[in-house]
């Protein structure tokens, strides 16, 4: 159960793959550019 636990709290921890983009995108290119980073992943997982 301990290990259960702990690979859960890793899983919920750690970003993921558009968080990471967007914070990428953002300390590389500044906080306008990560905006639109952030804004087309929201659209990438909207509904269709």
């Not at 702990?6 to 899983?11: D, G």
């Not at 993921?16 to 952030?38: K, M, N, V």
């Amino acid at each position: 159960m301990l290990e259960f636990l702990v690979a859960s709290v890793i899983v919920v921890a750690s970003p993921g793959p558009g968080a990471t983009f967007t914070i990428a995108t953002t300390a590389s290119q500044g906080w306008r550019l990560g905006w639109f980073a952030a804004l087309g992943c929201t659209l990438d997982v909207a509904p269709t």
